[in-house]
């Protein structure tokens, strides 16, 4: 069974940078095809996607975060990782780690998700 | 970019309601939409992909359909465990996604 598990501080100070790790288990990074991505969730609010990366490196931001975000694998440690640059209180969030699922014929929805880490910006 | 309107934002109903909530892609999306259910504290959860298959494990009660750029998630007779906020997502334009701004579904 798939399973995604997200690490890194709950606590980032204003300006600095946000990282976190998603570990995957029962699949390996490096034999497979599907995408990897990472998805926030403010307080209260809905989610904002804002990243993904296939095994091989390709990576794909959310235009409104491009310019501070990095997403990378590290098919050794079956992990992948997020940095976020220069944060602010509005980076405050639920951060997921989440699978782009292949149901076939061009089918790609988010089909298995980690439990979430909650993030605080805040001095 | 590719955005969605989802709607309602919030709605109260009843066990046993039928229900629909409603997704407006700004562009034509070709069906590769995405519902998910999520529940306070947990992550969301799949119920049905390319507009209308449902995912392993959800119950029939789930369907999904769309008619132009116009997609739905129906509930048909709500249970205790639907109450939730449910929300769409486009996947046309994998790898990037777009989500929704959510439905929370209370009992009235």
Not at chain 1, 76 to 89: D, P
Not at chain 2, 13 to 28: E, K, M, N, W, Y
Request: charged share 15%.
């Amino acid at each position: 069974q798939l399973q995604l598990q997200e690490s890194g501080p709950g606590l980032v100070k204003p300006s600095e940078t946000l990282s976190l790790t998603c570990t995957v288990s029962g699949d390996s990074l490096s034999s497979s095809t599907y995408y990897w991505g990472w998805i926030r969730q403010p307080p209260g609010k809905g989610l904002e996607w804002i990243g993904s990366i296939s095994y091989s490196g390709n990576t794909y931001y959310d235009p409104s975060l491009k310019s501070r975000v990095t997403i990378s694998v590290d098919t050794s440690k079956n992990q992948f990782s997020l940095k976020l640059t220069s944060v602010t209180a509005a980076d405050t969030a639920v951060y997921y780690c989440a699978r782009r699922g292949d149901r076939g014929f061009g089918e790609f929805p988010l089909d298995y998700w980690g439990q979430g880490t909650l993030v605080t910006v805040s001095s | 970019d590719i955005q969605m309107t989802q709607s309602p934002s919030s709605l109260s109903a009843s066990v046993g309601d039928r229900v629909t909530i409603t997704c407006r892609a700004s562009q034509g999306i070709t069906n590769s939409l995405a519902w998910y259910q999520q529940k306070p504290g947990k992550a969301p959860k799949l119920l049905l992909y390319a507009a209308s298959r449902l995912e392993s494990g959800v119950p029939s009660r789930f369907s999904g359909s769309a008619s132009g750029t116009d997609y739905t998630l129906t509930i048909s007779s709500l249970q205790p465990e639907d109450f939730a906020t449910y929300y769409c997502q486009q996947y046309y334009s994998t790898p990037l996604y777009t989500f929704g701004q959510g439905t929370k579904l209370e009992i009235k």
